[in-house]
């Protein structure tokens, strides 16, 4: 070999070799592609939450982002609320905007992915009885405008780590309602953000059941397609308060038959008929199966899947709670499906009033 070849080859691997051990945490080779696996959602905090002020700020800080990152997850969804985030005018609120700009920025530190998650809308709440989205063209044209701020606001970080998830759990009587939205929506964000990946669910609480109703948009790859897993859910919303079967006391068994014949003796009007359909038996088996349809769209349009949001009570008993976890995320794993738990320190928590669940963790990342 030409001596001057060689010599030039070497320099050529020393510079590739320096520029890699320079590469700063939160960067990646490949700056293109948006990765994820296992992460978790930081509920309650821009979301579903009444704390302001310096409250908000203490709930969520770059330390919580550097814990997460070491537990092994690799990305957080954040669930955010029109009525944090913007002011009733429909001003920015500049605090908010700080706080989950400062979040993304840290998740960029320690190298976790992001997705913003725009949770309840002031016109949309998953289990209102009324939802003004989906009759009111302002409604509509407002939901747009959040997304226009949006990617105002966001649109200046990586592709490859962070990505927007358009509504959680839609919940309209007409699917076709649901469709539309997404479509408009796409369109809007796709002015300015041609390869931004964006996160859409399908109707109905991001029910599996429904996935074939979504109509996902066409000849766009940069999609991922979301679903929610919280089934059956008298197990993993057992003695939960805000459940229709919150009062019932009796055993729940998982795997097997949930509740039995037996277990079910005795039981006053109206929680007898309540709990009467509850009777199934549930297994890994039953999960994979739940999942068949979300699995059988995605294939169809060669887009990947999510769960965006999974967990069960800490009301269930430990030992069919742990299973139930582990099964769960057995059945996501081997089908490619990343995740995100419900949640990093809510009820579902991690982390519950400043204790770990080890347990939990042990299960999860493992």
């Not at 197990?235 to 079910?264: C, F, R």
Request: a negative charge; proline letters at 5%.
């Amino acid at each position: 070999m030409d001596i001057r070849i060689y010599i030039l080859s070497l320099l050529l691997l020393f510079l590739n070799f320096a520029d890699s051990n320079e590469m700063g945490l939160g960067e990646k080779a490949n700056n293109d592609k948006f990765e994820i696996n296992r992460g978790t959602n930081i509920s309650h905090w821009l979301s579903q939450s009444k704390r302001r002020g310096q409250e908000r700020f203490d709930f969520f800080t770059e330390k919580d982002v550097k814990y997460i990152a070491d537990l092994g997850f690799d990305h957080i969804r954040i669930p955010i609320d029109e009525e944090q985030m913007w002011q009733e005018s429909g001003e920015k609120d500049a605090e908010v905007f700080t706080l989950l700009h400062n979040s993304i920025k840290w998740s960029e530190k320690y190298g976790l992915n992001v997705i913003v998650d725009l949770h309840i809308l002031r016109s949309h709440y998953f289990n209102a009885d009324v939802k003004p989205l989906w009759t009111e063209a302002s409604a509509q044209e407002r939901f747009y405008q959040c997304w226009r701020d949006l990617s105002e606001e966001l649109n200046k970080y990586p592709v490859h780590m962070l990505a927007y998830e358009l509504m959680n759990e839609p919940v309209a009587d007409d699917p076709e309602d649901w469709n539309k939205l997404v479509a408009r929506a796409v369109e809007v964000i796709r002015k300015n953000e041609p390869d931004r990946k964006l996160v859409i669910g399908s109707n109905r609480w991001q029910s599996a059941d429904t996935f074939d109703d979504l109509k996902v948009p066409e000849n766009d790859p940069n999609i991922i397609l979301s679903f929610h897993m919280y089934e059956p859910m008298l197990l993993t919303h057992y003695k939960a308060s805000w459940t229709k079967t919150k009062d019932y006391m009796g055993p729940v068994n998982y795997p097997g038959q949930i509740v039995t014949p037996e277990d079910l003796k005795n039981l006053e009007e109206p929680l007898a008929s309540i709990m009467a359909g509850q009777q199934k038996y549930y297994d890994k088996a039953a999960i994979e199966e739940h999942f068949a349809k979300p699995i059988k769209v995605a294939k169809k349009y060669n887009l990947p899947l999510y769960c965006g949001e999974w967990g069960a009570y800490p009301t269930t008993p430990d030992k069919a709670r742990y299973q139930w976890y582990k099964d769960v995320k057995d059945v996501l794993e081997k089908n490619n499906i990343a995740w995100t738990t419900w949640d990093y320190k809510g009820g579902f928590g991690i982390i519950r009033n400043g204790q770990e669940d080890k347990e939990l963790i042990k299960v999860l990342l493992k």
